[in-house]
């Protein structure tokens, strides 16, 4: 059951990165009056695979399996790391684009 926990948070960072990219590509079709719902389910979807990291590692913790936390703490730091920034980047750029839409 905990190994859904990597899992559901690769899928939940994979939906923070490809919201993002929908709502750009959407941009230039045409009028996208949801895009603020799309950059907030992008954070939100962010924030709760990084919940799921701290999760496992907490279900690590529990049972004492030191061994596998030192094994892959490096990567998982460096992944939520990753996630983090490209999903904060992306939305940026986003809530770039659209700022300008609006302004005109």
């Known amino acids: 059951m905990i190994g859904w926990l990597n899992v559901g948070s ?12 929908v709502n750009l590509m959407w941009d230039k079709k045409q009028e996208n009056k949801n895009w603020v719902f799309f950059v907030f ?10 919940c799921f990291h701290i999760l496992y590692t907490y279900h690590k913790v529990a049972v004492e399996d030191w061994s596998a936390l030192m094994d892959t703490m490096y ?7 990753v996630l983090l920034i490209v999903t904060i980047l992306l939305n940026v750029i986003t809530l770039n684009v659209y700022r300008d839409r609006i302004a005109k």
């Open 10 to 21: 690769l899928v939940l960072g994979l939906i923070a990165w490809i919201l993002p990219m």
């Open 41 to 50: 389910m992008s954070l939100s979807a962010c924030a709760i695979s990084l």
């Open 75 to 81: 990567a998982l730091a460096f992944a939520s790391t």
